[in-house]
T-cell receptor
Framework: ETGVTQSPTHLIKTRGQQVTLRCSSQ?????VSWYQQALGQGPQFIFQ???????GRGNFPPRFSGLQFPNYSSELNVNALELDDSALYLC???????????FGPGTRLTVT | QQQVKQSPQSLIVQKGGISIINCAYE??????FPWYQQFPGKGPALLIA?????SEKKEGRFTISFNKSAKQFSLHIMDSQPGDSATYFC???????????FGPGTRLSVLP
């Protein structure tokens, strides 16, 4: 186990709703990244947070937003859910200046 | 230019055989090339990684071969075991992880 935890494990939402996913980083890690993994595909980089600020973003619309807290836990918020948002959402943590990142088990989001 | 291509899509190997997965990239700014292993229902786990200043890295049964001029890298799994059956992702990153790009994955099945 990596020490990165995510909650909830599974979630079902309706199109148009909003969702918040949570991540607790591994101890000592100050950088967190979020990824979307559609079924049968590789993870897609959503964004990265360091010192509570976003410092890198992939090709995702603004309705995907995040927060990082002083204890290095973080949230991913998705507004106006669409059917294509159904995926496994992964967070990964690492120390700034290190490439080695460690993933949590993910949250399976289903949008109906 | 941001893509990482991966082949084959799926691979079946007999126990004790060698599994080989190949990846190619275009972005010459990438400077970190990891491989991740993912089991069903789990997040990706870092397996082995290489920087472009070396051509090969070996850890136990796992070896990365890196060809900077061809912009290609590969994972070799020696003495493949049924427990190695999983999906493998290559990835590439630059600027200390502000941009992490994953390949589409290879589903490996090792037959007993």
């Amino acid at each position: 186990e990596t020490g990165v935890t995510q909650s909830p494990t599974h979630l079902i939402k309706t199109r148009g709703q909003q969702v918040t996913l949570r991540c607790s980083s591994q101890s000592g890690h100050n950088t967190v990244s979020w990824y979307q993994q559609a079924l049968g595909q590789g993870p897609q980089f959503i964004f990265q947070y360091y010192r509570e600020e976003e410092n890198g973003r992939g090709n995702f619309p603004p309705r995907f937003s995040g927060l990082q807290f002083p204890n290095y836990s973080s949230e991913l918020n998705v507004n106006a859910l669409e059917l294509d948002d159904s995926a496994l959402y992964l967070c990964a943590s690492r120390k700034l200046g290190s490439y080695e990142q460690y993933f949590g088990p993910g949250t399976r989001l289903t949008v109906t | 230019q941001q893509q990482v291509k991966q082949s084959p899509q799926s691979l079946i190997v007999q126990k004790g055989g060698i599994s080989i997965i190949n990846c190619a990239y275009e972005n010459t700014a990438f400077d970190y090339f990891p491989w991740y292993q993912q089991f069903p229902g789990k997040g990706p786990a870092l397996l082995i990684a290489i920087r472009p200043d070396v051509s090969e890295k070996k850890e136990g049964r796992f070896t990365i071969s890196f060809n900077k001029s061809a912009k290609q890298f590969s994972l070799h799994i020696m003495d493949s075991q049924p427990g190695d059956s999983a999906t493998y992702f290559c990835a590439a990153s630059e600027n200390y992880g502000q941009n992490f790009v994953f390949g589409p994955g290879t589903r490996l099945s090792v037959l007993p």
